[in-house]
């Protein structure tokens, strides 16, 4: 299974994340949190970094913030050519196409918060020690597929992406179980 968040900076990724690997056994997932790509990375396909972390069959990887992030902020901040963030679009698609086709769950999340609560998240973070760290830049959009969650309470957005994630997996594990429906 893959499960990617993708939202404006301050919306709650990380917390939602965090609340959902809490009681997750973890031998079977993992959590890719993308940052810049670095010197080996850009080397390759901007694809490459992501393949790696692509799942086992029974496991799941989570990513904060993934491949969407060609298509938004490498292409508004110049890191690639007009011609490569174009053909970028089409190659997402064939991505998760290969990905879904090969067996994988993909269920991706976009966070979304009006700019004054970002705005007030991210005065908060200049006093608070222990988010002092967290503004990176903002990021993608996710395409068909994904689910929007109105992220204004982060209580309600890491409920709502647990219960869609769980009612996911429940559709999933009852479809492919003969005699077993919901």
């Known amino acids: 299974m893959i499960v990617v968040f993708e939202g404006w900076d301050a919306a709650g990724k990380g917390g939602d994340i965090y609340r959902l690997v809490e009681n997750l056994n973890p031998r079977i997932y993992g959590v890719l949190p993308v940052g810049s790509p670095n010197d080996v990375e850009k080397?390759?396909?901007?694809?490459?970094?992501?393949?790696?972390?692509?799942?086992?069959?029974?496991?799941?990887?989570?990513?904060?913030?993934?491949?969407y992030g060609r298509v938004l902020v490498?292409?508004?901040?110049?890191?690639?050519?007009?011609?490569?963030?174009?053909?970028a679009y089409?190659?997402?698609?064939?991505?998760?196409?290969?990905?879904?086709?090969?067996?994988?769950?993909?269920?991706?999340?976009?966070?979304?918060?009006?700019?004054?609560?970002?705005?007030?998240?991210?005065?908060?973070?200049?006093y608070d020690p222990e988010k002092s760290g967290k503004s990176q830049p903002m990021t993608g959009v996710i395409g068909a597929g994904g689910r929007t969650i109105k992220s204004q309470s982060m209580k309600c957005s890491r409920k709502r992406a647990q219960q869609m994630l769980s009612g996911l997996l429940w559709n999933q594990t009852t479809n492919n179980i003969p005699g077993l429906k919901s």
């Open 43 to 67: 080397a390759h396909h901007y694809l490459w970094r992501f393949c790696e972390a692509i799942p086992k069959t029974g496991h799941i990887t989570i990513f904060d913030r993934s491949w």
């Open 74 to 87: 490498e292409r508004v901040e110049g890191f690639c050519s007009e011609e490569e963030w174009k053909r």
């Open 90 to 126: 089409r190659e997402i698609n064939e991505f998760e196409e290969i990905m879904t086709k090969a067996g994988a769950i993909a269920l991706k999340f976009w966070l979304q918060i009006d700019k004054d609560t970002q705005l007030e998240r991210f005065n908060s973070r200049q």
